[in-house]
Protein backbone atom coordinates (compact mmCIF):
# COMPACT_ATOMS: atom_id res chain seq x y z
CA UNK A 1 0.00 0.00 0.00
CA UNK A 2 1.48 3.58 -0.87
CA UNK A 3 0.78 6.24 1.04
CA UNK A 4 0.00 10.09 0.21
CA UNK A 5 0.57 13.00 1.59
CA UNK A 6 0.37 16.49 1.00
CA UNK A 7 3.67 18.97 1.10
CA UNK A 8 2.63 20.85 4.56
CA UNK A 9 1.80 17.29 6.18
CA UNK A 10 5.78 16.46 5.16
CA UNK A 11 6.63 19.72 6.15
CA UNK A 12 4.78 19.33 9.77
CA UNK A 13 5.24 16.08 10.46
CA UNK A 14 8.93 15.94 10.74
CA UNK A 15 8.23 18.52 13.71
CA UNK A 16 5.52 17.26 15.76
CA UNK A 17 6.66 15.03 18.85
CA UNK A 18 7.69 10.61 18.89
CA UNK A 19 4.04 10.47 20.49
CA UNK A 20 2.24 11.95 17.76
CA UNK A 21 4.34 10.28 15.03
CA UNK A 22 4.02 6.95 16.45
CA UNK A 23 -0.14 7.74 16.92
CA UNK A 24 0.30 8.29 13.00
CA UNK A 25 2.22 5.02 12.73
CA UNK A 26 -0.68 2.94 14.13
CA UNK A 27 -3.25 5.23 12.00
CA UNK A 28 -1.85 3.99 9.00
CA UNK A 29 -1.64 0.25 10.31
CA UNK A 30 -4.87 -0.28 11.46
CA UNK A 31 -7.80 2.47 10.08
CA UNK A 32 -10.02 0.58 8.36
CA UNK A 33 -10.31 0.76 4.67
CA UNK A 34 -13.26 3.25 3.85
CA UNK A 35 -14.13 5.41 1.25
CA UNK A 36 -15.17 7.77 4.11
CA UNK A 37 -12.66 10.42 5.31
CA UNK A 38 -11.43 10.14 8.79
CA UNK A 39 -10.33 12.99 11.33
CA UNK A 40 -8.36 12.28 14.59
CA UNK A 41 -7.09 13.89 17.69
CA UNK A 42 -3.17 12.98 18.37
CA UNK A 43 -1.64 13.40 21.91
CA UNK A 44 -4.11 16.26 22.76
CA UNK A 45 -2.50 18.77 20.90
CA UNK A 46 -3.15 17.93 17.37
CA UNK A 47 -5.54 16.98 14.48
CA UNK A 48 -4.78 14.83 11.27
CA UNK A 49 -7.18 14.06 8.42
CA UNK A 50 -6.61 11.06 6.22
CA UNK A 51 -8.43 9.09 3.29
CA UNK A 52 -8.12 5.65 2.93
CA UNK A 53 -9.19 2.91 0.01
CA UNK A 54 -8.12 -0.48 -1.00
CA UNK A 55 -4.29 0.72 -2.15
CA UNK A 56 -3.70 3.67 -0.73
CA UNK A 57 -3.61 6.29 2.00
CA UNK A 58 -3.88 10.05 2.00
CA UNK A 59 -2.86 12.09 4.61
CA UNK A 60 -4.65 15.70 3.74
CA UNK A 61 -3.41 17.82 6.45
CA UNK A 62 -2.04 17.59 10.15
CA UNK A 63 -3.03 20.85 12.44
CA UNK A 64 -1.41 22.23 15.85
CA UNK A 65 -3.23 22.64 18.99
CA UNK A 66 -3.52 26.15 18.13
CA UNK A 67 -5.08 25.91 14.91
CA UNK A 68 -7.27 23.73 16.08
CA UNK A 69 -8.28 25.31 19.15
CA UNK A 70 -10.02 28.00 16.06
CA UNK A 71 -12.28 24.96 15.36
CA UNK A 72 -12.91 24.58 19.32
CA UNK A 73 -13.53 27.88 19.75
CA UNK A 74 -14.78 29.94 16.60
CA UNK A 75 -18.24 30.20 16.46
CA UNK A 76 -19.93 30.04 13.46
CA UNK A 77 -22.69 32.14 12.01
CA UNK A 78 -24.33 29.22 10.49
CA UNK A 79 -24.20 24.88 11.50
CA UNK A 80 -21.20 23.79 9.55
CA UNK A 81 -23.26 20.18 9.15
CA UNK A 82 -26.23 21.31 8.42
CA UNK A 83 -25.40 21.62 4.86
CA UNK A 84 -24.98 17.64 4.24
CA UNK A 85 -28.36 15.75 3.40
CA UNK A 86 -29.48 13.08 5.38
CA UNK A 87 -28.26 10.14 3.49
CA UNK A 88 -25.02 12.03 3.73
CA UNK A 89 -25.19 11.78 7.23
CA UNK A 90 -26.43 8.05 7.52
CA UNK A 91 -23.54 7.40 4.76
CA UNK A 92 -21.37 8.63 7.46
CA UNK A 93 -22.61 6.27 9.92
CA UNK A 94 -24.69 8.96 12.23
CA UNK A 95 -27.77 7.05 13.74
CA UNK A 96 -30.61 8.04 12.42
CA UNK A 97 -32.19 9.82 15.54
CA UNK A 98 -28.37 11.89 16.00
CA UNK A 99 -29.11 13.36 12.84
CA UNK A 100 -30.85 16.43 13.91
CA UNK A 101 -28.09 17.21 17.11
CA UNK A 102 -25.47 17.05 14.34
CA UNK A 103 -27.14 19.51 12.01
CA UNK A 104 -27.06 21.66 15.64
CA UNK A 105 -23.28 21.58 16.18
CA UNK A 106 -21.26 24.85 15.97
CA UNK A 107 -18.14 23.66 17.30
CA UNK A 108 -15.73 21.10 17.03
CA UNK A 109 -15.41 20.09 20.56
CA UNK A 110 -19.29 19.59 20.67
CA UNK A 111 -18.96 16.64 18.88
CA UNK A 112 -18.18 15.01 22.15
CA UNK A 113 -21.19 15.78 23.55
CA UNK A 114 -23.37 13.57 21.17
CA UNK A 115 -23.63 9.74 21.62
CA UNK A 116 -21.65 8.96 18.47
CA UNK A 117 -18.79 5.73 17.61
CA UNK A 118 -15.38 7.15 17.85
CA UNK A 119 -15.56 5.86 13.99
CA UNK A 120 -18.24 8.35 13.73
CA UNK A 121 -16.39 11.06 15.41
CA UNK A 122 -13.46 10.85 12.90
CA UNK A 123 -15.36 11.04 9.89
CA UNK A 124 -17.37 13.99 10.96
CA UNK A 125 -13.91 15.82 12.50
CA UNK A 126 -13.06 15.34 8.24
CA UNK A 127 -16.73 16.69 7.38
CA UNK A 128 -15.89 19.86 9.65
CA UNK A 129 -12.27 20.79 8.72
CA UNK A 130 -13.78 20.70 4.66
CA UNK A 131 -16.36 23.21 5.88
CA UNK A 132 -14.29 25.28 7.99
CA UNK A 133 -11.40 25.46 6.07
CA UNK A 134 -12.87 25.15 2.80
CA UNK A 135 -12.35 22.05 0.83
CA UNK A 136 -9.40 20.38 1.57
CA UNK A 137 -9.08 18.72 -2.00
CA UNK A 138 -9.11 21.98 -3.22
CA UNK A 139 -6.63 23.91 -1.20
CA UNK A 140 -3.83 21.64 -1.90
CA UNK A 141 -2.68 18.48 -3.67
CA UNK A 142 -1.45 15.39 -2.38
CA UNK A 143 2.64 15.62 -3.74
CA UNK A 144 4.44 13.53 -1.26
CA UNK A 145 4.22 9.40 -1.76
CA UNK A 146 5.77 6.81 -0.07
CA UNK A 147 5.88 3.03 -1.57
CA UNK A 148 4.70 1.28 1.63
CA UNK A 149 4.16 1.72 5.09
CA UNK A 150 7.62 0.82 5.81
CA UNK A 151 9.17 3.75 3.61
CA UNK A 152 6.36 6.57 5.14
CA UNK A 153 7.25 4.63 9.08
CA UNK A 154 11.16 5.67 7.97
CA UNK A 155 10.01 9.21 6.86
CA UNK A 156 8.09 9.60 9.91
CA UNK A 157 10.54 8.57 12.49
CA UNK A 158 13.45 10.89 10.67
CA UNK A 159 14.62 8.20 9.02
CA UNK A 160 15.45 9.89 5.45
CA UNK A 161 15.25 13.52 4.83
CA UNK A 162 12.04 13.42 2.14
CA UNK A 163 9.73 11.13 1.01
CA UNK A 164 11.51 12.36 -3.00
CA UNK A 165 8.44 10.97 -4.58
CA UNK A 166 6.84 14.10 -6.11
CA UNK A 167 7.12 13.80 -9.86
CA UNK A 168 5.68 16.20 -12.07
CA UNK A 169 4.57 15.36 -15.23
CA UNK A 170 7.87 16.01 -17.07
CA UNK A 171 9.73 14.16 -14.42
CA UNK A 172 7.78 11.12 -14.41
CA UNK A 173 8.42 11.40 -18.56
CA UNK A 174 12.14 11.24 -17.95
CA UNK A 175 12.06 8.03 -15.78
CA UNK A 176 9.66 6.49 -18.62
CA UNK A 177 12.03 6.65 -21.11
CA UNK A 178 13.24 3.63 -23.12
CA UNK A 179 16.83 2.81 -21.85
CA UNK A 180 18.63 3.80 -25.54
CA UNK A 181 20.78 6.69 -26.10
CA UNK A 182 21.42 9.89 -23.81
CA UNK A 183 19.52 11.97 -21.25
CA UNK A 184 20.28 15.27 -20.46
CA UNK A 185 18.49 16.47 -17.81
CA UNK A 186 19.58 20.19 -16.73
CA UNK A 187 17.54 21.35 -13.61
CA UNK A 188 17.81 24.34 -11.45
CA UNK A 189 18.13 23.80 -7.19
CA UNK A 190 15.78 21.84 -5.85
CA UNK A 191 14.20 20.92 -8.88
CA UNK A 192 14.38 16.87 -8.36
CA UNK A 193 17.41 16.08 -10.59
CA UNK A 194 18.72 13.27 -8.58
CA UNK A 195 15.07 12.17 -7.67
CA UNK A 196 14.36 11.59 -11.35
CA UNK A 197 17.90 9.65 -11.74
CA UNK A 198 17.12 7.56 -8.43
CA UNK A 199 13.23 6.64 -9.83
CA UNK A 200 14.48 6.09 -13.01
CA UNK A 201 17.12 3.41 -11.47
CA UNK A 202 14.49 1.77 -9.25
CA UNK A 203 11.97 1.30 -12.62
CA UNK A 204 15.01 -0.10 -14.09
CA UNK A 205 15.73 -2.79 -11.31
CA UNK A 206 12.01 -3.74 -11.21
CA UNK A 207 11.99 -4.46 -14.92
CA UNK A 208 15.12 -6.56 -14.93
CA UNK A 209 15.63 -10.04 -15.72
CA UNK A 210 16.63 -13.04 -13.68
CA UNK A 211 19.20 -14.05 -15.72
CA UNK A 212 20.95 -11.03 -17.01
CA UNK A 213 20.23 -8.09 -14.28
CA UNK A 214 21.48 -4.77 -15.68
CA UNK A 215 24.46 -2.91 -14.53
CA UNK A 216 24.63 0.00 -13.47
CA UNK A 217 26.76 2.98 -12.33
CA UNK A 218 25.84 5.95 -10.66
CA UNK A 219 28.92 8.29 -10.33
CA UNK A 220 29.10 11.64 -8.97
CA UNK A 221 31.49 14.37 -7.89
CA UNK A 222 30.51 14.73 -4.08
CA UNK A 223 31.58 11.91 -1.66
CA UNK A 224 28.39 13.59 0.79
CA UNK A 225 26.33 12.51 -2.47
CA UNK A 226 27.30 9.52 -2.90
CA UNK A 227 26.52 8.60 0.46
CA UNK A 228 22.91 10.34 0.26
CA UNK A 229 22.01 8.50 -2.84
CA UNK A 230 23.08 5.10 -1.49
CA UNK A 231 20.77 6.06 1.90
CA UNK A 232 17.82 6.83 -0.58
CA UNK A 233 18.41 4.01 -2.54
CA UNK A 234 17.76 1.77 0.26
CA UNK A 235 14.98 3.58 1.50
CA UNK A 236 13.21 3.03 -1.51
CA UNK A 237 14.15 -0.83 -1.39
CA UNK A 238 17.11 -0.99 -3.24
CA UNK A 239 19.80 -2.94 -2.04
CA UNK A 240 23.64 -1.08 -2.51
CA UNK A 241 24.85 -4.66 -4.04
CA UNK A 242 22.47 -4.12 -6.79
CA UNK A 243 24.72 -1.23 -8.58
CA UNK A 244 28.03 0.45 -8.25
CA UNK A 245 27.43 3.98 -6.76
CA UNK A 246 31.12 6.09 -6.72
CA UNK A 247 32.46 9.20 -6.82
CA UNK A 248 34.54 9.81 -9.85
CA UNK A 249 37.70 10.12 -8.31
CA UNK A 250 37.59 6.73 -6.03
CA UNK A 251 36.19 4.77 -9.69
CA UNK A 252 39.50 5.69 -11.56
CA UNK A 253 41.55 4.56 -8.17
CA UNK A 254 39.65 1.51 -8.20
CA UNK A 255 40.65 1.04 -12.33
CA UNK A 256 44.23 1.90 -11.38
CA UNK A 257 45.77 -1.47 -10.59
CA UNK A 258 49.12 0.20 -9.78
CA UNK A 259 49.32 2.36 -6.39
CA UNK A 260 50.31 5.79 -6.44
CA UNK A 261 51.02 8.96 -4.31
CA UNK A 262 48.21 11.85 -4.44
CA UNK A 263 49.99 14.88 -4.66
CA UNK A 264 48.76 17.03 -1.42
CA UNK A 265 48.00 20.81 -1.91
CA UNK A 266 50.83 21.73 0.36
CA UNK A 267 53.21 19.68 -2.45
CA UNK A 268 51.04 20.73 -5.61
CA UNK A 269 51.74 24.56 -4.17
CA UNK A 270 55.55 23.82 -4.04
CA UNK A 271 56.01 22.08 -7.21
CA UNK A 272 54.16 24.50 -9.06
CA UNK A 273 56.44 27.44 -7.75
CA UNK A 274 59.60 25.59 -8.54
CA UNK A 275 58.35 24.83 -11.99
CA UNK A 276 57.82 28.74 -12.39
CA UNK A 277 61.47 29.33 -10.92
CA UNK A 278 62.95 26.58 -12.93
CA UNK A 279 61.28 28.18 -16.67
CA UNK A 280 62.33 31.40 -15.09
CA UNK A 281 65.68 30.57 -15.17
CA UNK A 282 65.74 28.86 -18.53
CA UNK A 283 65.53 33.15 -19.81
CA UNK A 284 61.69 32.96 -20.35
CA UNK A 285 60.95 35.90 -17.54
CA UNK A 286 57.55 37.50 -18.32
CA UNK A 287 55.01 39.15 -15.22
CA UNK A 288 52.77 36.39 -16.43
CA UNK A 289 55.38 34.24 -13.72
CA UNK A 290 54.06 36.38 -10.82
CA UNK A 291 50.53 35.88 -11.11
CA UNK A 292 49.20 34.51 -7.81
CA UNK A 293 48.92 30.51 -7.11
CA UNK A 294 45.23 30.77 -7.68
CA UNK A 295 45.86 31.43 -11.67
CA UNK A 296 48.43 28.94 -12.16
CA UNK A 297 46.37 25.83 -10.20
CA UNK A 298 43.38 26.83 -12.17
CA UNK A 299 45.02 26.96 -15.71
CA UNK A 300 47.14 23.24 -14.79
CA UNK A 301 43.86 21.90 -14.32
CA UNK A 302 42.23 23.28 -17.43
CA UNK A 303 44.91 21.86 -19.02
CA UNK A 304 44.54 18.41 -17.98
CA UNK A 305 40.66 18.66 -17.64
CA UNK A 306 40.45 19.30 -21.32
CA UNK A 307 42.68 16.57 -21.95
CA UNK A 308 45.20 19.05 -23.58
CA UNK A 309 48.26 16.90 -25.27
CA UNK A 310 50.08 19.33 -27.19
CA UNK A 311 50.99 22.88 -27.29
CA UNK A 312 49.26 23.66 -30.62
CA UNK A 313 46.02 22.33 -29.22
CA UNK A 314 46.33 24.77 -25.91
CA UNK A 315 46.79 28.19 -27.89
CA UNK A 316 43.34 27.28 -29.93
CA UNK A 317 41.26 26.55 -26.70
CA UNK A 318 38.32 28.57 -25.50
CA UNK A 319 39.18 29.66 -22.06
CA UNK A 320 35.52 31.57 -21.44
CA UNK A 321 35.18 32.54 -18.13
CA UNK A 322 38.91 31.38 -16.86
CA UNK A 323 39.03 35.38 -15.68
CA UNK A 324 42.32 36.28 -17.23
CA UNK A 325 42.70 36.47 -21.25
CA UNK A 326 46.16 35.13 -22.32
CA UNK A 327 47.81 36.01 -25.54
CA UNK A 328 49.26 33.44 -27.93
CA UNK A 329 53.09 34.61 -26.12
CA UNK A 330 51.82 34.08 -22.65
CA UNK A 331 50.04 30.77 -23.53
CA UNK A 332 53.39 29.45 -24.81
CA UNK A 333 55.18 30.24 -21.57
CA UNK A 334 52.27 28.82 -19.49
CA UNK A 335 52.52 25.69 -21.60
CA UNK A 336 56.09 25.52 -20.53
CA UNK A 337 55.47 25.92 -16.82
CA UNK A 338 53.24 22.92 -17.38
CA UNK A 339 55.59 20.93 -19.06
CA UNK A 340 57.92 21.47 -15.54
CA UNK A 341 55.13 20.73 -13.77
CA UNK A 342 54.66 17.55 -15.09
CA UNK A 343 58.47 16.24 -15.37
CA UNK A 344 58.30 17.27 -11.17
CA UNK A 345 55.31 15.05 -10.54
CA UNK A 346 57.07 11.83 -13.29
CA UNK A 347 60.35 12.34 -11.21
CA UNK A 348 58.66 11.84 -8.09
CA UNK A 349 56.28 9.27 -9.20
CA UNK A 350 53.45 11.52 -8.15
CA UNK A 351 49.88 12.34 -9.35
CA UNK A 352 47.35 15.43 -8.98
CA UNK A 353 43.69 14.32 -8.92
CA UNK A 354 43.71 15.55 -12.54
CA UNK A 355 46.35 13.37 -13.41
CA UNK A 356 44.25 10.16 -11.75
CA UNK A 357 41.46 11.10 -14.12
CA UNK A 358 43.50 11.47 -17.43
CA UNK A 359 45.27 8.43 -16.67
CA UNK A 360 42.09 5.74 -15.93
CA UNK A 361 40.81 7.54 -19.43
CA UNK A 362 43.70 6.13 -21.38
CA UNK A 363 43.84 2.90 -19.44
CA UNK A 364 40.51 2.32 -20.51
CA UNK A 365 40.47 3.63 -24.12
CA UNK A 366 43.57 1.35 -24.30
CA UNK A 367 41.91 -1.63 -23.09
CA UNK A 368 39.02 -1.03 -25.50
CA UNK A 369 41.07 -0.86 -28.73
CA UNK A 370 43.40 -4.16 -27.69
CA UNK A 371 39.40 -5.77 -26.96
CA UNK A 372 40.19 -6.72 -23.05
CA UNK A 373 37.52 -7.30 -21.03
CA UNK A 374 36.33 -4.54 -19.04
CA UNK A 375 33.40 -3.78 -16.61
CA UNK A 376 31.43 -1.80 -18.57
CA UNK A 377 27.76 -0.53 -17.33
CA UNK A 378 24.23 -1.05 -19.15
CA UNK A 379 23.31 2.57 -17.36
CA UNK A 380 25.40 5.46 -16.71
CA UNK A 381 23.91 7.82 -14.15
CA UNK A 382 25.82 11.48 -14.16
CA UNK A 383 24.79 13.76 -10.83
CA UNK A 384 25.73 17.02 -10.45
CA UNK A 385 27.70 16.64 -13.75
CA UNK A 386 28.31 20.46 -13.97
CA UNK A 387 30.82 19.82 -11.89
CA UNK A 388 33.22 17.45 -13.73
CA UNK A 389 35.83 18.49 -16.14
CA UNK A 390 35.36 17.68 -19.85
CA UNK A 391 37.82 14.70 -19.38
CA UNK A 392 35.96 12.91 -16.48
CA UNK A 393 32.76 13.19 -18.63
CA UNK A 394 34.67 11.93 -21.41
CA UNK A 395 36.11 8.88 -19.30
CA UNK A 396 32.10 7.99 -17.53
CA UNK A 397 30.24 8.16 -20.96
CA UNK A 398 33.05 5.23 -22.49
CA UNK A 399 31.97 3.22 -19.26
CA UNK A 400 28.57 2.64 -20.83
CA UNK A 401 28.26 -0.33 -23.07
CA UNK A 402 27.64 -0.07 -26.86
CA UNK A 403 23.99 0.66 -27.21
CA UNK A 404 23.65 1.35 -23.23
CA UNK A 405 22.17 4.47 -21.41
CA UNK A 406 24.12 7.83 -20.11
CA UNK A 407 21.78 9.86 -18.19
CA UNK A 408 23.73 13.22 -17.20
CA UNK A 409 22.38 15.51 -14.61
CA UNK A 410 23.57 19.55 -14.09
CA UNK A 411 22.99 22.98 -13.00
CA UNK A 412 25.56 25.13 -13.90
CA UNK A 413 24.39 27.91 -11.76
CA UNK A 414 25.32 25.54 -8.50
CA UNK A 415 28.72 25.04 -10.31
CA UNK A 416 31.57 25.36 -7.84
CA UNK A 417 34.67 23.07 -9.15
CA UNK A 418 34.35 24.32 -12.45
CA UNK A 419 34.84 27.60 -14.16
CA UNK A 420 35.31 27.56 -17.56
CA UNK A 421 32.21 26.82 -19.56
CA UNK A 422 32.16 23.76 -22.29
CA UNK A 423 30.03 22.11 -24.91
CA UNK A 424 28.86 18.61 -24.70
CA UNK A 425 30.40 17.83 -28.02
CA UNK A 426 34.06 18.63 -25.62
CA UNK A 427 32.88 15.41 -23.50
CA UNK A 428 32.36 12.93 -26.34
CA UNK A 429 28.50 13.15 -25.98
CA UNK A 430 25.92 13.23 -28.19
CA UNK A 431 22.77 15.46 -27.49
CA UNK A 432 19.82 14.69 -28.88
CA UNK A 433 17.23 17.62 -28.22
CA UNK A 434 14.32 14.59 -28.12
CA UNK A 435 15.90 13.77 -25.00
CA UNK A 436 17.40 16.81 -23.30
CA UNK A 437 14.65 18.24 -20.38
CA UNK A 438 14.39 21.50 -18.30
CA UNK A 439 13.47 21.59 -15.06
CA UNK A 440 13.01 24.80 -13.83
CA UNK A 441 10.54 24.76 -10.89
CA UNK A 442 11.89 24.58 -7.40
CA UNK A 443 10.04 21.87 -5.05
CA UNK A 444 12.85 21.61 -2.19
CA UNK A 445 12.75 24.71 -1.09
CA UNK A 446 9.53 27.40 0.04
CA UNK A 447 9.27 30.45 -2.19
CA UNK A 448 10.73 32.44 0.86
CA UNK A 449 14.17 30.94 1.17
CA UNK A 450 14.18 30.54 -2.83
CA UNK A 451 13.47 34.10 -3.41
CA UNK A 452 16.07 35.22 -0.53
CA UNK A 453 18.89 33.20 -2.56
CA UNK A 454 17.55 34.33 -5.90
CA UNK A 455 19.40 37.45 -6.28
CA UNK A 456 22.36 35.83 -5.72
CA UNK A 457 22.22 33.62 -8.83
CA UNK A 458 24.89 34.30 -11.34
CA UNK A 459 25.80 33.26 -14.50
CA UNK A 460 29.31 33.07 -16.32
CA UNK A 461 27.92 33.34 -19.12
CA UNK A 462 27.51 36.92 -20.19
CA UNK A 463 26.29 38.32 -22.98
CA UNK A 464 27.82 35.09 -24.65
CA UNK A 465 25.17 33.05 -27.13
CA UNK A 466 24.75 29.66 -25.90
CA UNK A 467 23.26 26.84 -28.16
CA UNK A 468 21.68 23.32 -27.35
CA UNK A 469 25.03 21.93 -27.17
CA UNK A 470 26.63 23.94 -24.60
CA UNK A 471 25.83 23.61 -20.59
CA UNK A 472 24.05 26.06 -19.81
CA UNK A 473 22.25 28.01 -17.30
CA UNK A 474 18.39 27.42 -15.89
CA UNK A 475 16.68 30.61 -14.97
CA UNK A 476 14.43 29.09 -11.51
CA UNK A 477 10.65 28.90 -10.93
CA UNK A 478 9.45 29.45 -7.52
CA UNK A 479 8.30 27.20 -5.38
CA UNK A 480 4.76 27.18 -4.71
CA UNK A 481 5.11 26.06 -1.16
CA UNK A 482 4.88 29.02 1.72
CA UNK A 483 7.20 29.15 4.83
CA UNK A 484 8.99 31.46 7.27
CA UNK A 485 11.15 34.09 6.22
CA UNK A 486 15.00 33.29 6.64
CA UNK A 487 15.57 33.81 10.43
CA UNK A 488 18.85 36.71 10.65
CA UNK A 489 20.25 35.83 14.03
CA UNK A 490 22.85 38.93 14.33
CA UNK A 491 25.36 38.62 17.43
CA UNK A 492 27.94 40.23 18.76
CA UNK A 493 31.72 39.86 17.34
CA UNK A 494 33.34 36.12 17.43
CA UNK A 495 29.96 34.97 19.21
CA UNK A 496 28.37 33.41 15.96
CA UNK A 497 29.12 29.69 16.80
CA UNK A 498 27.56 30.59 20.55
CA UNK A 499 24.99 31.92 19.35
CA UNK A 500 23.74 29.20 16.59
CA UNK A 501 24.37 26.55 19.31
CA UNK A 502 22.29 28.36 21.46
CA UNK A 503 19.21 28.37 18.67
CA UNK A 504 20.02 24.85 17.37
CA UNK A 505 19.65 23.69 21.39
CA UNK A 506 16.93 25.86 21.91
CA UNK A 507 14.88 24.67 18.74
CA UNK A 508 15.32 20.98 19.51
CA UNK A 509 13.59 21.45 22.86
CA UNK A 510 11.13 23.58 22.18
CA UNK A 511 10.08 22.56 18.82
CA UNK A 512 11.42 18.78 19.03
CA UNK A 513 12.78 18.86 15.83
CA UNK A 514 14.42 15.86 15.29
CA UNK A 515 18.58 16.58 15.62
CA UNK A 516 18.92 14.58 11.81
CA UNK A 517 16.80 17.66 10.36
CA UNK A 518 19.20 20.28 10.65
CA UNK A 519 22.60 20.65 8.94
CA UNK A 520 25.37 23.85 10.20
CA UNK A 521 27.20 24.49 7.22
CA UNK A 522 31.02 26.12 7.50
CA UNK A 523 33.18 28.10 5.85
CA UNK A 524 36.12 28.11 5.61
CA UNK A 525 36.76 24.23 6.50
CA UNK A 526 38.38 25.20 9.92
CA UNK A 527 34.97 26.83 10.81
CA UNK A 528 33.63 23.21 11.01
CA UNK A 529 36.32 22.39 14.26
CA UNK A 530 34.90 25.34 16.38
CA UNK A 531 31.20 24.29 16.07
CA UNK A 532 31.74 20.74 16.54
CA UNK A 533 33.65 22.07 19.73
CA UNK A 534 31.20 23.87 20.91
CA UNK A 535 28.50 21.53 19.71
CA UNK A 536 30.45 18.79 22.25
CA UNK A 537 30.64 21.10 25.31
CA UNK A 538 26.53 21.79 25.11
CA UNK A 539 26.11 18.33 24.79
CA UNK A 540 24.87 18.60 21.37
CA UNK A 541 24.61 15.07 19.21
CA UNK A 542 26.36 16.10 16.05
CA UNK A 543 28.26 14.22 13.09
CA UNK A 544 31.11 16.00 11.43
CA UNK A 545 31.71 15.58 7.80
CA UNK A 546 35.98 15.73 7.21
CA UNK A 547 38.16 14.60 4.06
CA UNK A 548 37.77 10.54 5.36
CA UNK A 549 34.82 10.25 7.37
CA UNK A 550 31.33 10.79 5.93
CA UNK A 551 28.66 11.22 7.55
CA UNK A 552 25.47 9.42 7.82
CA UNK A 553 22.15 11.46 7.11
CA UNK A 554 20.16 8.65 8.77
CA UNK A 555 21.97 9.04 11.80
CA UNK A 556 19.88 10.86 14.51
CA UNK A 557 22.50 13.59 15.16
CA UNK A 558 23.30 16.94 13.51
CA UNK A 559 25.04 17.04 10.74
CA UNK A 560 27.79 19.38 10.36
CA UNK A 561 30.24 19.65 7.09
CA UNK A 562 31.41 22.05 5.19
CA UNK A 563 29.30 24.11 2.55
CA UNK A 564 31.01 22.52 -0.49
CA UNK A 565 30.27 18.94 0.72
CA UNK A 566 26.84 19.93 1.23
CA UNK A 567 26.37 19.72 -2.69
CA UNK A 568 23.81 17.96 -3.64
CA UNK A 569 22.07 17.29 -0.44
CA UNK A 570 19.38 18.76 1.32
CA UNK A 571 17.70 19.60 4.55
CA UNK A 572 14.99 20.49 6.39
CA UNK A 573 16.54 23.10 8.60
CA UNK A 574 20.04 24.52 7.57
CA UNK A 575 22.59 27.34 9.73
CA UNK A 576 24.75 29.24 7.79
CA UNK A 577 27.58 31.12 9.29
CA UNK A 578 27.50 34.03 7.43
CA UNK A 579 29.56 37.12 8.84
CA UNK A 580 31.54 38.93 6.33
CA UNK A 581 35.35 38.22 7.37
CA UNK A 582 35.06 34.94 6.32
CA UNK A 583 34.50 34.99 2.79
CA UNK A 584 36.83 38.15 1.93
CA UNK A 585 39.33 37.68 -0.75
CA UNK A 586 42.69 37.05 -0.07
CA UNK A 587 44.91 40.13 0.56
CA UNK A 588 47.16 40.83 -2.24
CA UNK A 589 44.79 39.08 -5.18
CA UNK A 590 44.51 41.62 -8.29
CA UNK A 591 41.45 43.23 -9.57
CA UNK A 592 40.52 40.06 -11.59
CA UNK A 593 41.04 37.64 -9.24
CA UNK A 594 39.11 39.54 -6.48
CA UNK A 595 36.07 39.39 -8.73
CA UNK A 596 36.38 36.04 -10.20
CA UNK A 597 37.43 34.33 -6.24
CA UNK A 598 33.56 36.46 -5.13
CA UNK A 599 31.82 35.60 -8.08
CA UNK A 600 32.65 32.07 -6.87
CA UNK A 601 31.77 32.16 -2.95
CA UNK A 602 28.18 33.80 -4.45
CA UNK A 603 27.64 31.09 -6.39
CA UNK A 604 29.03 28.68 -3.28
CA UNK A 605 26.27 31.09 -0.69
CA UNK A 606 23.71 30.18 -3.63
CA UNK A 607 24.16 26.38 -3.30
CA UNK A 608 24.29 26.62 0.45
CA UNK A 609 20.95 28.63 1.26
CA UNK A 610 19.20 26.19 -1.29
CA UNK A 611 20.03 23.21 0.65
CA UNK A 612 17.36 24.69 2.98
CA UNK A 613 13.92 23.06 2.78
CA UNK A 614 11.97 24.75 5.15
CA UNK A 615 14.09 27.23 7.32
CA UNK A 616 16.86 28.91 6.58
CA UNK A 617 18.93 30.50 9.30
CA UNK A 618 21.73 33.06 8.85
CA UNK A 619 23.52 33.89 12.05
CA UNK A 620 26.45 36.70 11.35
CA UNK A 621 28.26 39.51 13.24
CA UNK A 622 26.02 42.60 13.09
CA UNK A 623 29.10 44.17 12.33
CA UNK A 624 30.00 42.81 9.47
CA UNK A 625 27.69 40.71 7.66
CA UNK A 626 28.32 39.02 4.53
CA UNK A 627 27.69 41.04 1.30
CA UNK A 628 25.68 38.24 0.20
CA UNK A 629 22.89 38.88 2.47
CA UNK A 630 22.34 42.73 2.29
CA UNK A 631 19.69 42.45 0.39
CA UNK A 632 17.75 40.54 3.25
CA UNK A 633 19.17 43.27 5.39
CA UNK A 634 17.33 46.31 4.06
Known amino acids: MEVLTTQSFADRVRTVSNTCRMQISKIVDEADVSTQPCAERLDGDHLVAWTRDTRSMSFWCLLSKKESSKLEKYDLNEFPLAGFSKSDMLGIGVPEQLISSVYELKKLEDLDSVNLSESVRHRLRFVFLQRFYGLIFGREQLVRRAYNVEHFNRYLHGNITELLLHLDETQQR ?3 LDGDGTIIVKGVAGSGKTAVALHRIVKILEQRSLFTPPRILFITYNRSLVSYAGELLHALGIKASELTISTLHALCLKKMENKIKIISDSEKREMLLQARVQVQKKNH ?3 ILA ?3 TFWQDEIHLIKGRGVERLERYLKLSRFGAGRALDRESRKLVWRVFVEYQEQCAANQMMDWDDVVWSAYKELMRGKQEGDNLELFDFVFIDEAQDLTPMGLRLVNQLAQPGGSLFVAYDRSQSIYEKVGFKWKDCGIRLHGSRSYDLACNYR ?16 DGEKNIDDNEMDVSQPVFSSRRGEEPILLDCDTGKEIEVLCQNITDMIKSELIPPQNIAVLCYPNKVRELVAQEMTERSILYQKHTGKDRIHLLDPSVKVLPIKSAKGLE ?9 GFWYRPHLGLEEDDRKTYVDNMQRVFYMAMTRAMTRLVLVYDRKDPVDFIHHLLD
Do not use: G, R
Request: hydrophobic residues 45%.
Open 174 to 176: IVD
Open 285 to 287: NSS
Open 291 to 293: YPE
Open 445 to 460: NTSQIIQAAYPLLITT
Open 571 to 579: FPIVYLLAS
